[in-house]
């Protein structure tokens, strides 16, 4: 009912930039917060950032000042504009939503993921 869909993935090298979209579509009523979160093999999966239906965004301390969340709720899209990338942001980047369906019911929804890859 609710599919989200990332794009922006890839290899850069240590210091370059990627920008992460993730779209949602859907029986969307509304959108609550919308994020990211990435894992790594071996480990759980953890939060990059995430950010309110009104704008409030919270970032881990590993990623705070070098990546920026942000929303296009028109769209049912959010951004992650990741700078000064390092080795270790290498990861599978998966987006999520906390989305309200028309049909009243609220879920909390992820997309397939993607790689990011980040050479030294």
């Known amino acids: 009912q609710v599919q989200l869909v990332e794009s922006g993935g890839g290899l850069v090298q240590a210091g370059g930039s990627l920008r992460l979209s993730c779209t949602a579509s859907?029986?969307?009523?509304?959108?609550?917060?919308m994020g990211w979160y990435r894992q790594t093999p071996g480990n759980q999966r953890e939060l990059v950032a995430v950010i309110s239906a009104g704008g409030i965004s919270t970032y881990s301390d590993s990623v705070k000042g070098r990546f920026t969340i942000s929303r296009d709720s028109a769209k049912n899209t959010d951004y992650l504009q990741m700078n000064s990338l390092k080795p270790e942001d290498t990861a599978v980047y998966y987006c999520?939503?906390?989305?309200?369906?028309?049909?009243?019911?609220?879920?909390?929804?992820w997309g397939q993921g993607t790689q990011v890859t980040v050479s030294s």
């Open positions: 999520n939503a906390v989305v309200q369906t028309t049909t009243g019911l609220i879920g909390n929804y």
């Open positions: 859907g029986t969307i009523f509304s959108i609550n917060v």
